[in-house]
């Protein structure tokens, strides 16, 4: 995890990527996790890259910003 941020002690989002070659490349799929108090929970995007940050007005407007421009915008 590369950034991590929470509007709570139950409400936490932590962001980076996974890493994994295939034989010839590198690939980085994003990785979001969000952790409810008890356990973490891995959300999809479907977006690729590396996440570097996260912040949050809320837990209901949560922004990643990341590799190759890439901003993900979660309303939960």
Do not use: K, P
Request: net charge negative; proline share 0%.
């Amino acid at each position: 995890l590369t950034g991590v941020w929470g509007i709570s002690s139950t409400d936490v989002f932590g962001v980076g990527c996974t890493i994994w070659f295939d034989g010839t490349l590198m690939h980085y799929d994003t990785t979001v996790l969000h952790y409810n108090g008890t356990s973490w929970t891995e959300q999809t995007t479907g977006a690729r890259g590396w996440l570097q940050g996260v912040w949050g007005n809320s837990s209901t407007n949560v922004l990643a910003v990341g590799q190759y421009g890439t901003v993900l915008h979660g309303t939960r």
